[in-house]
């Protein structure tokens, strides 16, 4: 009975921090929002656009991602692991992890203007933040795996393709 309930509190503890921020608000992007994003080896990709934000005293980032249209379709769904394991930085200091909270949009030249959800952290607002750009850090990942685990033929890759994800910019195109 004991290793159960250890067995599941640690399964609620991983779950707890997994959990995907909160949505506090909706607000416009500025003009000039800081954009990035990636490209799949397989093609098409994610494009993202945050601001930072002053809500009740703390600072929040507001954010919007939009993907091509354009994909193998090994890498359909694959933005959900590519939005949660990215994250805002101001400096060298982390603001926030996780992108999950953030509105999709369709691709676009400039996302500017674009109506977005916004998320509180837990880091008191500074005025100089206002005029600061963050830095968004999407980290290489492999995506889908279809290779056979052995490496193909005598370790030569003749497997299944392996597609990644990297952080290149902008992704998604712009129509």
């Not at 921020?21 to 416009?28: E, G, K, M, N």
């Not at 193909?152 to 597609?163: A, F, K, N, S, T």
């Given at each position: 009975?004991?290793?159960?309930?250890?067995?599941?509190?640690?399964?609620?503890?991983?779950?707890?921090?997994?959990?995907?921020?909160?949505?506090?608000?909706?607000?416009?992007?500025?003009?000039?929002?800081?954009?990035?994003?990636?490209?799949?080896?397989?093609?098409?990709?994610?494009?993202?656009a945050v601001d930072l934000r002053e809500i009740g005293g703390l600072?929040?980032?507001?954010?919007?991602?939009?993907?091509?249209?354009?994909?193998?379709?090994?890498?359909?769904?694959?933005?959900?692991?590519?939005?949660?394991?990215?994250?805002?930085?101001?400096?060298?200091?982390?603001?926030?992890?996780?992108?999950?909270?953030?509105?999709?949009?369709?691709?676009?030249?400039?996302?500017?203007?674009?109506?977005?959800?916004?998320?509180?952290?837990?880091?008191?607002?500074?005025?100089?933040?206002?005029?600061?750009?963050?830095?968004?850090?999407?980290?290489?990942?492999i995506v889908a795996n279809e290779s056979d685990g052995f490496g193909?033929?005598?370790?030569?890759?003749?497997?299944?393709?392996?597609?990644w994800f990297r952080q290149t910019g902008p992704g998604a195109g712009?129509?």
């Open positions: 009975m004991r290793l159960r309930t250890v067995v599941l509190g640690g399964f609620a503890l991983a779950l707890a921090s997994c959990a995907i921020p909160r949505t506090d608000s909706v607000a416009r992007l500025s003009s000039y929002p800081v954009v990035s994003g990636g490209t799949y080896t397989s093609g098409g990709g994610i494009s993202v600072t929040a980032v507001c954010g919007v991602w939009a993907i091509s249209r354009q994909q193998s379709v090994l890498t359909k769904f694959a933005e959900r692991q590519v939005l949660g394991s990215s994250a805002v930085y101001l400096g060298q200091d982390h603001i926030l992890s996780n992108f999950l909270f953030m509105r999709r949009v369709d691709p676009a030249p400039s996302y500017g203007g674009k109506m977005a959800n916004c998320t509180r952290t837990d880091r008191v607002w500074r005025q100089s933040y206002a005029a600061s750009k963050p830095v968004i850090r999407m980290p290489r990942q193909g033929l005598w370790g030569i890759g003749l497997g299944g393709p392996v597609i712009d129509s």
